[in-house]
């Protein structure tokens, strides 16, 4: 026992609380070094995440441009086709009051409330004197 109390006596002496301070410091600070090292892994990590996230927005509103515009433009080309011929029936005007209330749900802008009227104002079917009509060359068959 009296060895034991000599060796504390002398470990206590030559500044052991300083040598187990300086091996507890040094532990923490390798541990704050690993932490530091993590969270600006991660920062740099969420940061890519912010650029892809930011990329794909723009490629989706680029995308949405798009899809706007090809149903504006069909759309458009299928009531002028309705208008040319002179009557829609009820299959076109059903297909068409779905692609305009698509495109009012969007809110786009345009002008195919005035093309829907003139739509809406057709009639139903071929008119009686044009569906006996043969002649495939004029238009008011005056010949």
């Not at 060895?3 to 410091?25: A, K, P, Q, R």
């Not at 650029?51 to 515009?69: D, I, N, W, Y």
Request: charged share 35%.
């Amino acid at each position: 026992m009296e060895i034991l109390t000599v060796i504390i006596s002398i470990f206590s002496g030559l500044g052991g609380g300083g040598i187990i301070l300086f091996f507890v410091n040094r532990h923490y600070a390798e541990k704050d070094k690993e932490e530091a090292a993590c969270k600006e892994a991660r920062e740099a990590e969420e940061q890519k995440r912010k650029e892809e996230m930011e990329e794909l927005m723009g490629s989706m509103k680029a995308s949405l441009a798009t899809v706007k515009f090809l149903s504006y433009c069909r759309m458009r080309d299928e009531l002028d086709r309705v208008i040319d011929k002179g009557y829609a029936t009820p299959a076109e005007r059903h297909f068409l009051e779905d692609m305009h209330k698509n495109y009012s749900d969007h809110k786009w802008n345009g002008d195919m409330d005035s093309r829907m009227s003139k739509m809406y104002r057709l009639p139903e079917h071929l008119p009686e004197e044009l569906a006996r009509h043969t002649c495939h060359v004029c238009e008011t068959c005056d010949k």
